[in-house]
C-alpha cells in the first residue's frame, strides 16, 4: 500500500508541475490504471475554482477502496483531507504540517528515520501533435530522474513519460503553482516526504500551458501506468463543495492515516 501511494504521488508530483492556475470553474476525472489493470487503479476527479481545489481520490485494489477528499484553499495555503465514510478530517498547512494529537506529537517527537526526500529532476523532448480522445494535442516524452533519501531509503531511479496536453486552461486552483514548482510534504506510513522539482522546470512550465489529457509511464520499454483524463465541464461549481460538511470530527494526520487504515483491513478481512 506504502508503495502505491508513493506512486500516486509522483504522478501528483508531474500533474503539478503540468498545471496553471485556475480563473475559471473547472471539473475533470484522471483516471490511472497500473501495469496490464489488473494490479489495482485509482481515479482522481478535480474540481477547480478560482481560490479553491476539491480532489476526490479512489484507490481501487480488487475488493478493497479507499476513498480520500482533499479541499485546498490559495489564502491562506491550507489543505483539508476528509474521508466521507469515517465522517473525520484533518487540516494540514501551508508547509505540509498536519494537526497533532498528544499521541502522534510524542511519537513525531521520538523521531528516527522518521522523515524523508525525493528530489525529481525533468528533461522533455517534443514529439509534435497528436489528436487524443477528440482533442488536438502535443505529444511530449519527459524523462524523470528520483533520487530518495530519509525514511523512503536511498534509492535512486529513472522513470520516463509520455505526455499529451490539449489546449485546455486553468487546471489548478492556486496561482504560482506552475511557476514554484512547490509540493508541500505529505506523510506515507508515518514517513514525512519532502518533494524536490528541479531540471528542465521552462519546459514543464511550457506543458503547463494545458491539460494533460493522457499520460504513460514506463519502467525501460514497459507501460507501468496509464492515466486518462476524462469528463471535462467548465459548469460552474458549487460552493459547498469546498466545505467541510456539518458533523465530521476533526482529527490529526496520524489519526486519519490510523482510522483509513484500519477500515481498509477490516474491509480486507471481510472481503
Known amino acids: ?7 500516486a504521488a509522483l504522478l501528483a508530483a508531474a500533474f503539478a508541475v503540468s498545471g496553471v492556475s485556475a480563473r475559471a470553474d473547472l471539473k475533470y476525472t484522471q483516471t490511472t490504471s497500473l501495469g496490464n489493470g489488473g ?3 485509482s481515479s482522481v476527479t478535480r474540481m477547480v475554482r478560482p481560490g479553491n ?4 481520490t479512489v484507490i481501487n485494489l480488487g475488493k478493497v477502496k479507499m476513498t480520500t477528499v482533499t479541499i485546498s484553499t490559495c489564502k491562506p495555503k491550507q489543505e483539508v483531507r476528509l474521508d466521507d465514510s469515517l465522517k473525520i478530517y484533518t487540516v494540514v498547512d501551508a508547509t505540509g504540517s498536519a494537526s497533532t494529537s498528544s499521541a502522534g506529537a510524542a511519537s513525531a517527537s521520538s523521531g528516527k528515520g522518521k522523515t524523508g526526500k525525493q ?5 522533455l523532448k517534443d514529439l509534435g501533435g497528436e489528436k487524443v480522445a477528440g482533442y488536438q494535442t502535443r ?3 519527459v524523462t524523470m530522474k528520483s533520487e530518495t533519501s530519509g525514511c523512503l531509503g536511498d534509492r535512486k531511479s529513472t522513470t520516463t513519460m509520455e505526455m499529451w496536453v490539449a489546449n485546455i486552461k486553468n487546471t489548478v486552483a ?6 514554484n ?6 506523510v506515507y506510513g508515518g514517513c514525512k516526504v519532502t518533494t524536490v522539482i528541479k531540471g528542465d522546470t521552462a519546459g514543464m512550465k511550457k506543458i503547463g500551458g494545458g491539460m494533460t489529457v493522457r499520460m504513460k509511464m514506463y519502467s525501460g520499454t ?5 492515466t486518462e483524463v476524462s469528463d471535462v465541464s467548465q459548469a460552474k461549481l458549487s460552493a459547498s463543495l469546498f466545505k467541510v460538511p456539518a458533523g465530521y470530527k476533526k482529527v490529526s494526520e496520524q489519526d486519519f492515516q490510523k482510522a483509513q487504515s484500519e477500515a481498509m483491513a477490516a474491509a480486507m478481512a471481510n472481503g
Open 1 to 7: 500500500m506504502k508503495n502505491y501511494k508513493i506512486h
Open 39 to 41: 494490479a489495482g487503479s
Open 53 to 56: 481545489e476539491r480532489t476526490e
Open 119 to 123: 528530489i525529481l529532476t525533468y528533461s
Open 139 to 141: 505529444h511530449y516524452k
Open 174 to 179: 492556486c496561482a504560482g503553482t506552475a511557476a
Open 181 to 186: 514548482y512547490g509540493i508541500p510534504p505529505a
Open 222 to 226: 514497459t507501460v507501468v501506468s496509464t
